[in-house]
């Protein structure tokens, strides 16, 4: 179990150092998560030589202990929200037009992807 925390803080260390020292616009996170797939889309051509972690289902375990107790990651988000009430309703109607924004052009992307995703499933 140990080792499996330790491939996921791996991950996303790589991710921060290559998105820090890199420059890139994009959060270190979402490049440990990429690094993170590939490795677990490579797991079976090179099952003999990576760790027994990524063969007998512990990374996946320990992922869904993590992924069950989400909720309590976004607690210091929260404070630091209430913290600054004062810059949101400074802000309000940008932030509110935003998150209108943000979310009808994801509800977009999804039914775009689907659709596609869907006529390349028909056509196999």
């Not at 924004?101 to 499933?121: D, E, N, P």
């Amino acid at each position: 179990m140990i080792t499996a925390f330790a491939v996921l803080l791996f991950c996303q260390l790589s991710g921060e150092v290559t998105a820090r020292l890199g420059g890139l616009p994009v959060p270190g996170p979402v490049i440990g998560m990429l690094l993170l797939l590939a490795i677990l889309l490579a797991r079976d051509p090179l099952v003999r030589v990576l760790p027994v972690v990524f063969r007998d289902g512990t990374l996946e375990s320990v992922a869904l202990g993590l992924l069950a107790h989400l909720s309590l990651l976004f607690v210091p988000a929260g404070v630091g929200v209430i913290q600054r009430l004062d810059v949101i309703g400074a802000n309000g109607i940008a932030i509110a037009v935003a998150l209108a924004g943000s979310t009808i052009i994801g509800l977009f992307a999804s039914v775009w992807t689907f659709r596609v995703l869907s006529r390349i499933g028909r056509e196999r």
